[in-house]
């Protein structure tokens, strides 16, 4: 998959970077066999550890050592949470895991300490609206917490997900939050720029990849 990537990177001359994600369900030694993946191609196109699946159903502890020995090594960590489960469950994977992003965290509108913590800690919020509609989060666009994340002056963007389970792409999604909650070109521009700050990649591919971004409009 890296090879590949490389290799695609090079003839789309699209810049792209490669997370690996353990499961909620995985056991603690399954998570540490992904941690170590990420060590061991560290200076590759493999940039971080993640933590997907069912928040609600299965819990964190067995994933802490993973994230412990990323941290200890400074591997970049991003991890799911406040999608399943609520604003709790954003608060306990920042505190055992500490990732400098969080996988959707739509549910931290429902409490406003968190929501401060969030903007003051710059921890960025990758979000999914139409995935986070097709798992009943919420029932339509119109009452997502896209709009007031944004808003609040938290540091978002706006994601696909699993293309394979949700068929939508990142223009078609840009026009839904277009016409639901009027976002222009600045509101999207500005989002990628926040997205490129907390993004895992170094120095000099972050701003090649800002001017393009701000060469755009």
Known sequence: MNEASAQAIRETGVDARLILCTLRH???????ETARLVERFRGTNVVALDLAG???????????????????????????????????SVWETLRLLQPTR??????????QKLLEYLREQKIHLEVCPSSNLQTNVY?????????????SGLSVSISTDARTITDITLE??????????????QDFVRCNLMALKAAFIPQEVRSMLTARIKNCV
């Not at 995985?26 to 540490?32: A, K, V």
């Open 172 to 185: 078609e999604e840009y026009d839904k939050v277009r016409r639901e909650f009027g976002w222009t070109d």
């Open 26 to 32: 995985f056991t603690e030694e399954q998570s540490m």
């Open 139 to 151: 029932e339509e666009l119109r009452t997502h917490a896209l709009d007031k994340l944004y808003r």
């Open 102 to 111: 969080i996988g959707h965290g739509v549910r931290s509108t429902e409490d």
């Open 54 to 88: 069912d928040e609600a159903g299965f819990p964190i502890k067995p994933h802490v050592s993973a994230y412990d020995f990323a941290r200890a090594r400074q591997l970049s960590r991003t991890a799911h949470a406040g999608e399943a489960a609520g604003p709790e």
